[in-house]
């Protein structure tokens, strides 16, 4: 059974387009993340949410809405899509900030 | 926030030799410190990791050091493998109880001649 999975692996699309990526994770833990890694492998944290709490936001454009209906999912939305976001999106989990366990990762490519 | 510096980006060593990735990191309320391996187009995994009470831990082939004065820390491979090629991130973090999450190294990338 995998830990923490998101769909879709890839995702295709124009540009101005919406789109939507989910995470699930079956580990009951109590910390859930996404990262984004760029082409030049650097992975940054975008949000961090605690049993459904946002604790962390950093310098994300709001055009990226996380959303979390329960402590097991925790999903991105991002809105008018540019070229600039393509990139490999993570989620992940952990207990208590440690031991980050990953998605297998979400290839988005802006058209 | 939490900065993390990461040496060498890419690293190329002969099979069997060791290879050696130093981090250093800027908050000293950090206190957890995991090291990550990624193959190519696969997810970050964590390899080991350690506590800033501990300053050296070992596993196998793999160590890691810390030192917390001068807020660095180190991955040793001894042995050199063709799979041990891949990416290696050190990460920082732990502070606030860890609701900042991970900070992480931009990564090196290991390469093992045959």
């Known amino acids: 059974d995998t830990a923490v999975s998101q769909t879709p692996k890839y995702l295709v699309t124009q540009m101005g387009n919406d789109k939507s990526i989910k995470c699930e994770q079956n580990l009951g833990h109590d910390t859930m993340y996404w ?13 961090s949410y605690n049993n459904k709490e946002l604790i962390i936001n950093e310098t994300v454009p709001n055009r990226f809405s996380p959303k979390s209906p329960d402590k097991a999912h925790l999903n991105l939305h991002i809105n008018s899509l540019e070229l600039g976001d393509s990139a490999v999106y993570f989620c992940a989990s952990s207990r208590n900030g440690e031991k980050l366990f990953f998605g297998s990762g979400t290839q988005l490519s802006v058209l | 926030g939490e900065n993390v510096e990461q040496h060498p980006s890419t ?8 290879a050696v990735i130093k981090c250093t990191y ?5 206190n957890y410190f995991p090291w ?10 964590l390899i080991i990791d350690i506590r800033s009470n ?14 917390k004065t001068a807020k660095h820390f180190s991955l040793h491979i001894t042995e050199t493998q063709p799979e041990d090629s891949a990416v290696y991130f ?23 001649q045959p």
């Open chain 1, 35 to 47: 990262y984004k890694q760029d082409s030049k492998k650097f992975l940054k944290i975008m949000f």
């Open chain 2, 36 to 45: 990550y391996k990624q193959e190519l187009g696969k997810r970050p995994q």
């Open chain 2, 26 to 30: 800027s908050d000293s309320a950090s």
């Open chain 2, 90 to 112: 050190c990460a920082a973090g732990g502070s606030r109880g860890g609701a900042d999450g991970l900070t992480f190294g931009k990564g090196t990338h290991l390469i093992i």
């Open chain 2, 11 to 18: 690293l190329s060593v002969q099979e069997g030799d060791s």
């Open chain 2, 54 to 67: 501990v300053g050296e831990k070992k596993d196998q082939r793999i160590a890691v050091t810390l030192n």
